[in-house]
């Protein structure tokens, strides 16, 4: 079951969709006319949208201006992968009962899938692998909040990963995939207060913060 995303949602990811990409930087100014017309909506459930992520603290109002980007500094990332760790463990500990064998069974590929990414030199494929490796157990566990909240703090600060080409870079992501095969191997153990143990404090630890995210 997937969240049912609201027009403000709609706005709120696309805004931070263009923040993680890079097309709308720090200090510049959000076009409330633009997004309207590139949505064909109204003004407001833009309004809302900037609303909520003035008071998530990623844009500011300032008065005769409107809405500009804030810099997120690297204190604020950190507080979003520990909070990150904490909302990912606890979706899986709701949705370790639910998984079936084809669960499992789509995890480990895509496990298989990320690796081939990683040897391939395809990262895009490999974000986009990652992405769906999660969203199986997220979505399972059918808390449309919670998925709503990890959803919109990934797509402000998880990043499509790119490599330097750099033997250090590759062996990050392996690294990063061998965690999932252990995530997978908890759920298929429904060890569910080591399952939400590992995903706060080794997959999702602060730590991994500046490969990962928007800078």
């Known amino acids: 079951?997937?969240?049912?995303?609201?027009?403000?949602?709609?706005v709120y990811n696309y805004i931070s969709?263009?923040?993680?990409?890079?097309?709308l930087k720090?200090?510049?100014?959000?076009n409330e006319k633009e997004v309207m017309d590139a949505l064909?909506?109204?003004r407001t459930p833009v309004r809302e949208a900037l609303i909520q992520l003035a008071a998530e603290g990623f844009i500011h109002n300032v008065p005769r201006k409107g809405f500009l980007?804030?810099?997120?500094?690297?204190?604020?990332i950190r507080e979003v992968y520990s909070l990150l760790g904490?909302?990912?463990?606890?979706?899986?500990?709701?949705?370790c009962s639910k998984l079936t064998d084809r669960d499992y069974r789509s995890?480990?590929?895509?496990?298989?899938?990320?690796?081939?990414?990683?040897?391939?030199?395809?990262?895009?494929?490999?974000?986009?692998?990652q992405v769906e490796f999660h969203d199986i157990y997220i979505n399972k566990c059918e808390n449309e909040e919670l998925i709503r909240m990890i959803h919109?703090?990934?797509?402000?600060?998880?990043?499509?990963?790119?490599?330097?080409?750099?033997?250090?870079?590759?062996?990050?992501?392996?690294?990063?995939?061998?965690?999932?095969?252990?995530?997978?191997?908890?759920?298929?153990q429904k060890n569910i207060p080591e399952l939400e143990n590992y995903l706060r404090t080794v997959h999702w630890h602060p730590i991994h913060a500046h490969f990962d995210t928007v800078g």
């Open 1 to 10: 079951m997937s969240a049912i995303l609201t027009l403000k949602d709609h």
């Open 152 to 188: 919109q703090l990934k797509n402000f600060f998880i990043k499509e990963e790119n490599s330097d080409g750099s033997q250090e870079t590759t062996d990050i992501f392996l690294r990063t995939n061998r965690e999932h095969e252990k995530i997978l191997e908890l759920f298929r």
């Open 86 to 95: 904490v909302l990912d463990g606890y979706a899986a500990s709701i949705s």
């Open 107 to 129: 995890m480990e590929m895509l496990v298989y899938g990320m690796d081939k990414a990683i040897s391939d030199g395809d990262y895009s494929d490999y974000h986009s692998l």
């Open 26 to 30: 720090a200090n510049e100014k959000i």
């Open 69 to 76: 980007v804030k810099l997120i500094d690297e204190k604020k």
């Open 40 to 42: 064909n909506i109204s």
């Open 17 to 23: 969709d263009k923040i993680n990409s890079g097309e």
